[in-house]
């Protein structure tokens, strides 16, 4: 499914860029990315292709609310969970990269709170456990559920929301 919506995507930029019938395309390219939600059980989802700088499409399918019908629209606003751990992994990549953080470093060198193990004190994270899962830290599923927010913006700033977390 993911690679069929990445050859799709591909397809329409290079479509848009030398086609003239971008309508025709764009309307074929919604019929098939309604037919491959509904076989794999996807409500609603939201596409941006990007270009350079610049959003050259940009579409919501589905619902946002299926009981609802309220469509899924460029404004829906979605939790993002996991997928952010991709974005996260490589910009810390291109920090490392540039000098500018070393995996290997305490991260308390870079947090404004001390966090520690907690299976043991005289212990270091370092950038490198918490990209490989292996800092020792569990969820704090506590603090978690008290903060978790959907629809907007959190009501506590992310460093307090971290500090109790951790």
Do not use: C, W
């Amino acid at each position: 499914m993911k690679i069929f919506i990445i050859i799709l995507s591909l397809q329409i930029i290079f479509n848009f860029i030398e086609a003239n019938n971008a309508d025709s395309l764009i309307n074929e390219f919604s019929i098939d990315m309604l037919e491959s939600m509904s076989k794999a059980n996807i409500v609603g989802m939201g596409l941006s292709i990007m270009l350079r700088d610049s959003v050259i499409f940009q579409n919501g399918y589905g619902y946002s609310n299926q009981k609802t019908a309220k469509p899924f629209t460029t404004n829906t606003i979605m939790n993002i969970a996991s997928i952010s751990k991709t974005f996260i992994g490589v910009s810390i990549m291109h920090l490392v990269e540039n000098g500018k953080v070393n995996l290997d470093d305490d991260i308390n060198v870079y947090l404004p709170f001390k966090v520690s193990n907690p299976f043991s004190s005289n212990s270091i994270i370092t950038l490198r456990h918490l990209m490989s899962h292996t800092s020792g830290i569990i969820d704090n599923n506590k603090i978690y559920s008290k903060y978790y927010n959907y629809g907007g913006d959190s009501p506590v700033p992310l460093e307090q929301f971290l500090k109790d977390y951790l």
